[in-house]
């Protein structure tokens, strides 16, 4: 074990992006609990001024920035009398990513993230990614720039977090394969029938977390499984073939890693996203976490599941998206925001959301416009292509799924 007595005692400098939402909520609760020990830089939020303002007044913020634009006037109201700074609009986003905080927390929700996230890498911040979609749709390209800054990501999925940890146990020629944990979500014992008829109000009922609803909507369709094999593989340089998927539906282990001697290191906790978010903010420390302890006696039962890839197209589809390379995560990624969307404003069935996404991603593939990405433009570009087309194609999946 370490040593930690020398555990970071000066303040640290943090930036929290997408501070309003759940990640943020639970970012915002930890920093609460240490108050002496963190000075926050800058806070960000997509449209809730006054949630915005609010944290930024009760943390002493530096900055806050708010991604409408046409609300700066109203932040600046928000903040009359404190000697916080304030912006509004996407550079204002990317503006609060770059100033200059010894950690950031990337909790932006979907591809919207990724530039604010560059931002924060390419200045070799130490960077705790919650926002998946960004490391999809931007792929290697995102890792190979946070080596070129020298920039730390630590991974505040919990799974990845989970596989961060056991990672540790053994070097990258004795790895066999890595395991992440599924809890497979509200659909998890549904037929395929019902799967595809799905409400909202149903896709909305995690079993065990509280989650943004982008998410928790992704965790149903099994998407959100599918983009943390994506992360997995880009986060660790692993190959499709070396990451597996097991629903395990109490959420306890959340990740392990299989070594050439058949050891298997497994990381487990209360499903609480404090606690990798903790692991993010204290590393390469530890820091005492305001989480229940595990009591594995009163949970009595931890069960597993092959995962059902017929049921669950979304973890399909993701592999080959994989396997695909070359843009096809970040296809997948995007036309999964369309689809989503779409399901939420009531305009496609449930199960419309993966067929959405196949049909986005064979369209994609037959164009034959693959090309290893080489800069955020070359994502943005193909995630704002992917996007028109399944803008385009969602009318006739809605009609095929009535
Ligand atoms: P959320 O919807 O609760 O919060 C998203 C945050 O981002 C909010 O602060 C919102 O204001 C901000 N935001 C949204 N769109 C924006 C835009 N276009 N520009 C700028 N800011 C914008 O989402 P969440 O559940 O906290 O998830 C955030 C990210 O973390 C997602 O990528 C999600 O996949 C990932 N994640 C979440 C969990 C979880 O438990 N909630 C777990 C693992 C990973
Ligand atoms: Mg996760």
């Known amino acids: 074990m370490r040593n930690n007595k020398a555990a970071a005692s000066a303040v640290r400098t943090v930036t929290v992006l997408g501070a309003t939402g759940s990640i943020g909520d639970s970012t915002m609760d930890l920093l609460r609990g240490a108050r002496e020990r963190y000075q926050v830089e800058a806070l960000t939020a997509n449209t809730n001024v006054e949630a915005l303002a609010k944290l930024a007044r009760e943390f ?32 204002a986003i990317i503006e609060a990513a770059a100033r200059p905080a010894d950690w950031v927390m990337a909790a932006v929700s979907g591809a919207a993230g990724l530039k604010p996230a560059l931002a924060a890498v390419d200045r070799g911040a130490a960077v705790a990614l919650a926002n998946k979609e960004c490391l999809v749709c931007a792929g290697d390209f995102f890792m190979q720039r946070a080596a070129k800054a020298g920039a730390c990501i630590l991974p505040a999925d919990s799974e990845h977090n989970a596989l961060f940890q056991a990672l540790g146990s053994g070097n990258r020629e004795e790895l066999v394969r890595v395991i992440i944990t599924a809890s497979g979500g509200p659909f998890r014992t549904w037929a395929a029938a019902d799967i595809e008829q799905a409400t909202l109000a149903q896709a909305l009922k995690h079993p065990n977390w509280s989650m943004g609803q982008k998410i928790t909507i992704d965790s149903a369709s ?60 204290g590393w390469p420390d530890r820091i005492v976490g305001p989480s229940a302890r595990l ?108």
């Not at 928000?78 to 996407?90: K, Q, S």
């Not at 880009?234 to 073939?241: E, I, Q, S, V, W």
Request: hydrophobic share 45%; charged share 20%.
């Open 295 to 402: 009591d594995l006696a009163k949970i009595g039962q931890l069960t597993f599941e092959a995962p059902d890839f017929e049921r669950f197209p979304a973890l399909r589809l993701a592999y080959e998206s994989l396997r695909t390379g070359r843009g096809a995560t970040t296809v997948y990624n995007a036309a999964n925001e369309v689809a989503v969307a779409a399901f939420i404003a009531g305009q496609i069935r449930f199960g419309a959301i993966a067929r959405l996404v196949e049909a986005t991603m064979n369209d994609w593939i037959r164009s034959g416009n693959l090309a290893p990405l080489s800069s955020a433009d070359d994502a943005i570009s193909i995630d704002h292509n992917a996007r028109n087309k399944a803008a385009s194609l969602l009318p006739q999946i809605a009609l095929k799924a009535s």
């Open 60 to 91: 002493g913020a530096r900055f806050a920035a708010i991604a409408d634009p046409d609300r700066l006037g109203e932040l600046k109201q928000a903040l009359a009398g404190t000697r916080i700074e304030c912006g509004a609009g996407e550079s």
């Open 222 to 281: 099994m998407m959100n499984k599918g983009l943390e094999v994506i992360e997995a593989s880009y986060l660790f340089a692993l190959t499709p073939d070396e990451i597996d998927v097991l629903v395990h539906p109490q959420s306890i282990i959340h990740g392990m890693v299989e070594f050439s001697d058949r050891s298997v290191v497994a990381q487990l906790g209360a499903p609480d996203m404090r606690i990798p978010i903790a692991h993010c903010l």
